[in-house]
């Protein structure tokens, strides 16, 4: 996406988060199970290319300033986190030193995150802009990619293990999406903050 930032990359630990594997299960449409992947259903719609590229245009000033600026925030960052695995290496390191360490670059990795954050706003929120008018039709395009293939149980592909090519829904998603936004504007109200239709209406009943 245009407005994904990196920095945050840099600021990651070592740690791995430990987290439940799903059970081993095959789905296949035929079967009447799915796996519909909805953030690629919304970025795959011809709608969303065509405000992406519109984006790209119009803050093209903007974009460029965000780049520019990310490689110089990574050039000073990296060399910070070396000199931390590197500490992290030698068991002659103090805690105490390790701790200061860290946390400053800590710090310093958010304080840049911000900055960068700030600096795409503009073209932050035209994205979110266009994705919301995209995902206020998600759930009609589901229901009817799903009616058309008799499929009546349809999950998150990081729900499952394994899916055959047949089980994969996203593509049809994507034609309903096509049908039902052809377009949609990169230019948001005045007082518009994402997210605010769906407060608006309240959070979709579970299926």
């Known amino acids: 996406m245009i407005s994904k930032l990196k920095i945050a990359a840099l600021a990651a630990g070592a740690a791995l988060a430990s987290v439940s594997a799903p059970a081993l299960a095959q789905f296949d449409a035929s079967q ?19 405000a992406e590229g519109q984006i790209k245009t119009t803050y093209a000033a903007q974009i460029t300033q965000v780049q520019t600026r990310q490689t110089a ?15 992290q290496k030698n068991p002659a390191t103090p805690k105490a030193t390790l701790d200061a360490k860290i946390a400053a ?20 929120r035209a994205e979110a802009y266009a994705k919301e008018q995209i995902t ?5 395009a589901v229901r009817a990619a799903m009616t058309a293939k008799k499929v009546s149980v349809a999950l998150q592909p990081d729900s499952v293990v394994l899916a055959t090519p047949a089980g994969d829904l996203t593509p049809d998603v994507v034609t309903q999406l096509n049908a039902l936004v052809p ?5 948001p109200p005045a ?3 994402p997210g605010q239709a769906q407060q608006a209406q309240g959070a979709p009943a579970g299926r």
């Not at 970025?43 to 969303?48: D, E, K, R, S």
């Open 32 to 50: 009447g199970t799915a796996v519909i992947n909805l953030d690629a259903a919304i970025v795959q719609t011809n709608a969303f290319k065509t």
């Open 73 to 87: 925030l990574q050039t000073e960052l990296t060399p910070l986190r070396t000199e931390i695995e590197n500490l």
């Open 105 to 124: 670059f800590q710090t310093k990795a958010q304080t840049a995150q911000t900055e960068l954050q700030r600096l795409a706003a503009p073209f932050a």
């Open 136 to 140: 206020a039709k998600l759930e009609a």
């Open 183 to 187: 377009s949609v504007s990169i230019t």
């Open 191 to 193: 007082n518009w903050q």
